[in-house]
């Protein structure tokens, strides 16, 4: 069974770009998370679907970050525009159910922004 | 404002004696704790959780005490092993928070052959 995927695997971009982040999650898994690691510091959470619906989007920084997912199978995370404190490895992880499941998480997007 | 802590950065031990990471939690609302490893350039593997019903939960050769009095947990790994050499987090998590994981910040363990 393919584990969580994502892509790219790194990026590099200049402040005020766009980027798009992509997590494939295992299949049939219906929760799908995004969290974020600044350097050095802990794995922060940004925001967690269960299917296509946003369950919880507590963590998301601000209005230039967008979470979609369509058809509740892949997920992207778009940064617009992105500013130096953007730069950080991004995860996302999969579960079957809600609650006190194992979160599988995918190898990260190691996103630097100059 | 930090809610789950990891105040020692790097732990070193020698191969086949103990290694004893410990994390401390701030919010008395979380009930279940796991521990994650991770190697570079990959992502978090969950590794061992705890329910905050138990004191004690026993994996193989890993072991997470929790003591909610102090709001302290720590993993054991005996004996400890090269390729144990990884950054191990520590997460925390309540009923009613929608799966939302709160990590600490991670300690670097090197096994020493």
């Known amino acids: 069974e393919a584990g969580v995927t994502q892509f790219p695997s790194h990026s590099v971009i200049e402040k005020g770009q766009t980027v798009t982040l992509r997590c494939d999650p295992i299949s049939g898994h219906d929760n799908l998370y995004w969290y974020r690691r600044v350097m050095g510091k802990e794995i922060k959470f940004l925001l967690h679907f269960v299917k296509e619906s946003k369950q919880d989007e507590s963590g998301m920084p601000n209005n230039r970050f967008l979470a979609e997912r369509t058809g509740g199978t892949y997920s992207t995370l778009k940064v617009q525009p992105a500013e130096l404190e953007d730069s950080g490895v991004y995860f996302c992880?999969?579960?079957?159910?809600?609650?006190?499941?194992?979160?599988?998480f995918g190898p990260g997007t190691r996103l630097l922004v100059l | 404002d930090q809610q789950v802590k990891q105040n020692s950065p790097s732990l070193s031990v020698q191969e086949g004696r103990i290694s004893i990471l410990n994390c401390d939690y701030t919010n008395s609302m979380f009930d279940y704790f796991l521990w994650y490893k991770k190697y570079p350039a990959e992502g978090p593997t969950f590794l061992i959780s705890?329910?905050?019903?138990?004191d004690k939960n026993e994996d193989g050769r890993f072991t997470v005490f929790l003591n909610k009095s102090a709001k302290h947990l720590s993993l054991h790994i005996v004996p400890s092993q090269p390729g144990d050499s990884a950054v191990y987090f520590c997460?925390?998590?309540?009923?009613?928070?929608?799966?939302?994981?709160?990590f600490g910040k991670g300690i670097t363990l090197s096994v020493r052959p």
């Open positions: 705890i329910s905050s019903i138990k």
């Open positions: 997460a925390a998590s309540y009923t009613g928070a929608n799966s939302k994981l709160t």
């Open positions: 992880a999969s579960s079957p159910y809600s609650g006190r499941e194992t979160q599988y």
